[in-house]
């Protein structure tokens, strides 16, 4: 493996570290393919263990599995007004079926074939909804077959200009629940319930602290009639939405014709959720975290926990100490972790030191001939802290230091982000806190759509949540941060991604 390079600090360019993070930590590539990336072994086994979390949350709480296909037909997109209009600008349309040889050589050798052309056009979701509700309206018929809570994991596409690895790409991967309710009551605490578990799994697994709320008109999903938010500040003061839940209301059920029996023999349409995450979260994780020497990974979805160095200078001790670094390999998997022992005799144990650290790998233990001569290892945290640690019951040592780093990774980003807020600021101290030093911004807000584009525009800031009670200021404000009229309910402003 190539010598790691140097990592651009923060304060220089934050977007040229986020890069040179994601490079030096393996975790996804550019692709001959234009806004697509490549996902490489250690971003995947992050979202691998975000799926596994996530996939038990949805399962505990009565969500199954399923599957549906890649393609929509083009009319179905066009069903729900509001929807086609979100999305037509960034779908990708398949038209044709076929290729055919032309006779000629090289790249032109091949051209699409005029006489395969689909009668209709397909879209390649970009989300699932009108394919997901077009089925539902299949399966629904009584109020028995209700609620029908369905998640799918899949790749989704939508056409986008930008590039920024796992943050926005023309192609990515999801989750996206999509459930059926009797009722609005019933499809409100839907769409709470799971903005409550994106919360559980952002704060506990991913010790990104989240702030939880509802979006205003023209920031919510196309098609929906509410739509909640879980919302992260990153160390460049930008926020980033990590999650969103939709309550639907009827808008899919009219447009897909899924009525259901009600108990008392009439039909009605059902009430629809709809919710997601997204391989966005991996960028939200390193962007929380991550220092100038690489990748932080919180120790609950760190692909490995624990990196195991064994130094030696002759066969001797090599042979010992990595005899006893298997021994406690084999140990700390026993406990459930995720280790690895690191054997190689091509790099000096710097260098490695130096590689583990750019993987952000939690906890390393250093196994040398003289710890090993007085019962100890050396502990060394990925965060900061190094010290000897008995060799017996060292997996006690290394999973109070993971659930340690994890709790103070979550401490930490949680001091970072009220110390970036500012609450009750007049509308010259909010541009000068936009413009400066950025961060989320409380105040209030009229509810006029002209003031939000207005402070879009000047700013480039946008409401990121009207946040739920317990993160609003203690003293609701009684007029619009930005026109002086009366407010109709705390906003959260911040630049986003
Ligand atoms: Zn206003």
Redesign the pocket.
Known sequence: MAQAQKITPRAKDFSEWYGDVITQAQLADYSPVRGCMVIRPHGYRIWELMQRALDDMFKATGHRNAYFPLFIPMSFLAKEAEHVEGFAKEVAVVTHTRLKATGKTGTGAIAVDPTSALEEPLVVRPTSETIIYAMFAKWIQSYRDLPLLLNQWCNVVRWELRTRLFLRTTEFLWQEGHTAHVDEADAEREARLILGLYRRFAEEWMAMPVLTGVKTESEKFAGALRTYAIEALMQDNKAIQGGTSHNLGQNFAKAFDVKYQTAAGGLEHVWNTSWGVSTRLIGGLIMTHSDDNGLVAPPKLAPVQVAIVPIWKTDEEKQQVSGVGSQVKADLEKAGLRVELDLRDTMKPGAKYFEWEALGVPVRLEIGPRDLASGQVILARRTGGKGPAPLQGATDSVTKALDEIQASLFAAARERREKNSIRGATKAQFIEFIKDSGGFAYGG??G?AS?EAEIKQQTNATIRVLPDPEFRSPEAPKT?M??G?PSVAEAVWAQAY
Do not use: E, L
Request: charge should be positive; aromatic fraction near 24%; charged fraction near 10%.
């Open positions: 807000f009229c006029g003031c619009c930005w026109c009229k």
